[in-house]
């Protein structure tokens, strides 16, 4: 049961900027090829996220770190070579705020 308060899952302009951002600060520092902003994968990841705590993702979904193989972990999709483009989603949920970000 999702416990969540319902925000729509979207982030603004500004946050969308920080999240690309981010990503790309951290690929800059093995010279990776810079991400851009997806409103297609962020409509997914919106579509896709709610407040479970054990939800696993897909794959290319951020929400998808340590738990089967070290392939699957965050950090390794964030500095995957074969990625161009994320989109994310987050939401306020009662006890914590889940952020989901599919790579393509």
């Known amino acids: 049961m999702c416990h969540c308060s319902f925000l729509i899952g979207s982030l603004s302009d500004t946050e969308e900027?920080?999240?690309?951002?981010?990503?790309?600060?951290?690929?800059?520092?093995?010279?990776?090829?810079?991400?851009?902003?997806?409103?297609?994968?962020?409509r997914w990841a919106n579509y896709i996220i709610r407040c479970d705590e054990e939800y696993p993702g897909?794959?290319?979904?951020?929400?998808?770190?340590g738990k089967l193989f070290t392939s699957d972990r965050d950090k390794d999709q964030i500095m995957a070579d074969d990625i161009e483009n994320v989109g994310c989603a987050a939401l306020d949920c009662l006890n914590f705020k889940q952020l989901t970000c599919i790579y393509k």
Do not use: I
């Open 17 to 42: 900027y920080y999240m690309v951002s981010a990503h790309n600060t951290l690929r800059r520092r093995t010279n990776k090829q810079e991400l851009k902003w997806s409103p297609y994968l962020s």
């Open 58 to 65: 897909p794959r290319s979904a951020y929400t998808n770190f």
